[in-house]
């Protein structure tokens, strides 16, 4: 697993060179929050590296419910029963295996792999707008009904779970991209996905942290042309 680190934000990266899966610790005063947990076996390189922080894990917030974004959540559990686990709440239906659509969300699929079997439950549900720790959480549906950005105020850093990808060349979620297409082949809905792109984009992050490719620092140029590009093709 590699690790990178930024202002007060680690990157956890499985399988950087191959088919990147991200999660990420942020880092607060006593403690860590991990925002994503990968697939089952990005399970030890969580555990190690927080070892390795020496402080205590005591937050997982989940930007969205898809397999490799809660894949070691269970694992993470049961090595730490008393960690707090943050679920969007739109997301928890998706989390329990249901893709059934919700009034006013259109009739195009849920896509994407859908978690099976998890015994964890979630301590919070979140909507738009709460804090956890440092963190805000912003609604940027699109890759999925319920997903969330979260924004570390401290250095204006904005982890989008899969809103962007930058594998492959940075996109809006459902704008393909022949050499990673996998987020976009699981995109709920492109066109909600761009307006969700574009809210981000007023936050002006300082750092795009996203779930599949490296992140970007002083972000704002690229995103607005993956937004243009993106808007570009559904028209």
Not at 8 to 35: G, K, R, W
Not at 43 to 66: C, M, N, Q, S
Not at 183 to 191: G, Q, V
Request: proline share 6%.
């Amino acid at each position: 697993m590699k690790v990178t680190y930024h202002k007060h934000l680690y990157q956890l990266s499985l399988m950087p060179n191959f088919f990147p899966v991200n999660c990420y610790f942020v880092e607060e005063e006593n403690s860590l929050t991990l925002i994503d947990t990968g697939l089952s076996f990005s399970l030890k390189g969580i555990l190690k590296t927080a070892e390795k922080l020496r402080k205590p894990l005591t937050k997982i917030v989940i930007t969205h419910a898809h397999s490799d974004h809660v894949g070691a959540l269970d694992g993470l559990k049961k090595a730490l029963p008393s960690v707090e686990v943050y679920l969007p709440k739109r997301e928890m239906k998706i989390f329990q295996g249901d893709v059934t659509l919700e009034e006013g969300e259109g009739d195009q699929p849920i896509k994407g792999g859908v978690p099976k079997g998890i015994t964890t439950v979630p301590d919070h549900l979140l909507v738009d707008g709460d804090r956890i720790g440092s963190l805000l959480a912003i609604d940027s549906p699109g890759h999925t009904p319920g997903m969330m950005s979260f924004l570390d105020p401290r250095t204006n850093s904005l982890i989008v779970g899969d809103a962007f990808q930058t594998r492959g060349g940075i996109a809006v979620a459902g704008d393909l991209r022949w050499s990673f297409p996998f987020p976009a082949m699981a995109t709920w809905n492109k066109s909600v996905a761009v307006q969700a792109a574009e809210r981000l984009l007023t936050y002006e992050p300082s750092l795009l942290a996203v779930g599949h490719g490296d992140w970007i620092i002083d972000p704002i140029e690229k995103m607005k042309t993956a937004i243009e590009r993106a808007k570009r093709k559904e028209r």
